[in-house]
């Protein structure tokens, strides 16, 4: 794993989820694959793997750059803008 960035430039406390779940795939009707948390402010998104991609939809509207799962038992983090886990 490599170091990026925009981890330094996080808020210090991570956000707290907005939601339990992709609000946009409850919204359309769809289940979400897995889910992601935004660090900048806290949106749940489904990931791509999912039909919606909504975490990617989220940083490509918002730029808001490292997610991380948002799966029980998992702790890792991805930057949109840099392409790495970190």
């Known amino acids: 794993m490599s170091e990026c960035t925009h981890v330094p430039e996080l808020p210090r406390a991570e956000p707290a989820a907005l939601s ?5 795939c409850l919204a ?9 948390l935004c660090l900048v402010c806290g949106h749940v ?3 791509d793997s999912s039909p919606y991609r909504h975490a990617t939809k989220h940083y490509e509207e918002t730029g808001h750059p ?4 948002f799966e029980p ?3 890792w983090r991805w930057c949109f803008t840099d392409e790495l886990l970190v």
Do not use: I, K, Y
Request: overall charge positive.
């Open 66 to 69: 490292v997610m991380r799962s």
């Open 73 to 75: 038992g998992a702790s």
């Open 20 to 24: 339990a779940t992709c609000l946009e």
């Open 45 to 47: 998104g489904c990931c």
């Open 28 to 36: 359309a009707g769809s289940h979400p694959v897995q889910l992601r």
